[in-house]
């Protein structure tokens, strides 16, 4: 039995894509058939695969069926955590999606799932983007603050939800945990956020996140142990759509 994780599908199979990195960047050209392939030679039926968010372009229900059918068709237990993409997923009806693909894909978002002795918790997280104003040497000289105070905001929801997810599973018993985040868990300015705060609170033994895509963004937050806690970023450009293994 193994976990594995990847993030960042961008599934798109009932909407067009604009002008967009994924219509650019070479990484991406078929990589749904990549990502199926390689799911199809690493992953068993016993095994658990859980997507980091943004896994479908869809906006509604309606037009991401095809996307959601591909998921479904993977190998392995199918955990799906909420992207900023993921237009289909009402945070208000997790609930719902879950009836809806009970028993074949599973929602994370204020509950927590388990493997083995572990909890999976998390949330789609945030984390402020910019924009931020530099210099002609790259250098920041400030930042867009009222972007940042809303920013400080979605931080605060999502703290929440995280900590609900967390305390559902501690409550339940669980005392071993993996935390899953769509956004990276500190901007490129900080060390530290309130994620990484919870990560250590609750002694998380690891941290998976990912959003960031291409070369220039890969090393955008914390990869490796950090306090104790390993982070890893698992955006599907970045593991070039091979599934990571982390148990
Ligand atoms: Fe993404
Ligand atoms: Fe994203």
């Not at 199926?36 to 869809?58: H, M, W, Y």
């Not at 809303?150 to 609900?164: F, G, N």
Request: net charge neutral; with cysteine; glycine share 8%.
């Amino acid at each position: 039995m193994a976990l594995y994780t990847l993030g960042d599908l961008h599934l798109h199979y009932q909407t067009a894509l604009k002008d967009s990195m994924q219509m650019k960047s070479r990484i991406w050209k078929n990589h749904e058939e990549v990502f199926r392939k390689n799911c199809r030679e690493q992953i068993l039926p016993e095994d658990t695969l859980v997507f980091a968010g943004d896994s479908s372009f869809g906006r509604k229900l309606a037009e991401c069926e095809q996307d959601m059918q591909y998921i479904a068709e993977l190998p392995g237990r199918k955990i799906l955590l909420r992207g900023n993409h993921d237009g289909y997923w009402d945070a208000k009806k997790t609930n719902a999606l879950n009836e809806h693909f009970r028993g074949i894909l599973y929602f994370l978002q204020n509950n927590f799932y388990t493997y083995e002795d572990y909890a999976l918790v998390g949330t789609k997280g945030h984390c402020f983007e910019g924009p931020f104003y530099l210099d002609r040497k790259g250098r920041i000289l400030g930042w867009d603050e009222k972007n940042e105070r809303k920013s400080r905001e979605l931080t605060e929801r999502e703290t929440d939800r995280l900590i609900r997810s967390f305390e559902a599973a501690r409550a339940a018993g669980y005392r071993k945990y993996l935390m899953f985040l769509h956004y990276p868990p500190t901007n490129i300015l900080e060390d530290e956020s309130p994620f990484t705060g919870i990560a250590e609170e609750y002694r998380a033994e690891q941290v998976i996140y990912a959003h960031s895509h291409g070369e220039s963004r890969f090393h955008d937050s914390i990869q490796g142990e950090y306090h104790g806690v390993l982070y890893s970023l698992v955006s599907g450009d970045y593991l070039k759509w091979k599934p990571k293994r982390i148990l």
